[in-house]
């Protein structure tokens, strides 16, 4: 088992990585356990695969898990979902000391950490995550929400974790489309901030992808250790070095609106496509060579994932996918700052970017 730590001064915690955690669950959390009781927010596929061993773990060590099992999907993260949470959560006699364990994918611990966030002014939470996104992303780092119908992850918290707990093991049964999905944001942080890492996923993101038990553990820890050092530097996101984070996550957004946020295409898979597009912008306006920008699309496309956004054969134009940009939660005062590259492993964030010219790449790409 890795573990990184999160340094987060009076709140640092633990990311703790390697297969097996999930038969282990009840040694790894009994520190933070004060009662026999313990409160967990699952989903229904979660549920499914995993509740016997963490049952198995819990009640051996002489704890007594109560599930909360919630239909899988984003529509969780709502008003209603978060309500029927607190509302079990007060139902169990949760209180301000104890901690919540948050076992699934982004949806879960989202919504987990955003009902710990306000239940009795804020209580301790654990997340285990299920998904490589949650793994590699979304567990680690505080981020916390629900979603709005004037958009996604508009009504949240920062609230950081008590304990991470990323069972590799977990992902065997987790769909192949969700590892990519996944993956997607585990070769982000390469791309962003360290070309060694890039290079190792040109080589093993396919193994990744397959699940490979080797390869997923040194890529979660990778980029748990990369998003762990960002983090820590800019817990809110105010410095920019957070928002290097949302690489690809601009152009994403827009294709992710075009098809209306649904399962056309994942989140991950917007990701993937977005990181393609700033890195061939970051070429277009001369930071990087036409080279580095096709080798980060065929290291992108060797996994299994989308490269380019013909294949989505979608009827709307460069315009009016510029448009949908607009409407980004990243609009700061007017302006769009884009993630884009001075190199493989160089980001950086540019509030200049002309949006007629975004609107014209964009048709390129297209009809590419
Ligand atoms: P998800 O939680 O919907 O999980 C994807 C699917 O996989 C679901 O159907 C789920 O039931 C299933 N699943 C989960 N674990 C499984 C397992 N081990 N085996 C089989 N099936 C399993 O989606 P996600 O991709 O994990 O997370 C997406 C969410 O994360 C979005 O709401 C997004 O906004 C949020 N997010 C948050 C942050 C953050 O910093 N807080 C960062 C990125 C994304
Ligand atoms: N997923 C982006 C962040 O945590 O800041």
New binding site residues.
């Given amino acids: 088992m890795a573990v990184i730590r999160v340094e987060l001064a009076g709140r640092a915690y633990d990311v703790r990585v390697g297969a097996g955690l999930l038969a282990d669950c009840a040694k790894q959390c009994a520190p933070l356990l004060r009662k026999t009781d313990v409160p967990i927010v699952t ?1 229904v ?2 549920s499914h ?2 509740r016997e061993t963490v049952t198995a773990s819990l009640v051996e060590a002489g704890f007594k898990p109560h599930f909360l099992v919630l239909d ?3 529509a969780a ?1 709502s008003w209603s979902g978060l309500e029927g949470v607190v509302e079990w959560l007060l139902g169990k006699g949760v209180e301000r000391g104890d901690h919540i364990v948050a076992l ?7 919504l987990t950490g955003f009902a710990a966030s306000v239940l009795k002014r804020g209580c301790g939470f654990i997340q285990i995550p ?2 490589l ?2 793994q590699v ?2 567990s680690v ?1 505080g ?3 629900i979603n709005s119908k004037q958009g ?2 508009l009504i949240g918290a920062f609230h950081q974790p008590a304990l991470v707990l990323a069972d590799t093991g ?2 065997t ?3 192949r489309r ?1 590892m990519l ?2 993956y997607a944001e585990v070769i982000k942080y390469g791309i962003l901030g360290d070309p060694e890492f890039f290079a190792w996923c040109e080589d093993n993101g396919a193994s990744v992808v397959d699940g490979d038990a080797d390869a997923l553990v040194r890529a979660v820890e990778q980029s748990v250790a990369a998003k762990a050092r960002i983090v820590a530097e800019d817990e809110r996101e105010t410095s920019g070095t957070r928002a290097l984070l949302n690489l690809g996550h601009t152009f994403g957004h827009a294709l992710e609106a075009e098809t209306g946020f649904s399962s056309a295409l994942l ?2 898979e917007g990701v993937a496509l977005g990181m393609v597009l700033a890195a061939r912008y970051s070429a277009r306006i001369g930071n990087i060579s036409t080279a580095d920008a096709e080798r980060v699309t065929a290291a992108i496309a060797s996994s299994g994932l989308r490269s380019e956004i013909s294949e989505l054969a979608l009827s709307c134009s460069g315009s009016e996918l510029a448009a949908h940009m607009l409407h980004d939660k990243k609009m700061d005062a007017g302006t769009l700052p884009f993630v884009l590259l001075k190199g493989i492993g160089k980001a950086y964030l540019d509030k200049n970017v002309a949006m007629d010219d975004v609107a014209e790449f964009l048709s390129e790409q297209l009809a590419r």
């Fill in positions: 989903d596929n979660v695969h995993w899988p999907g984003e993260k699934g994918g982004g949806v879960i611990g989202d299920t998904t996104l949650a992303d979304s780092g981020k916390t929400a996604k992850n977990a992902l049964t987790l769909p969700e999905a996944g989140h991950g």
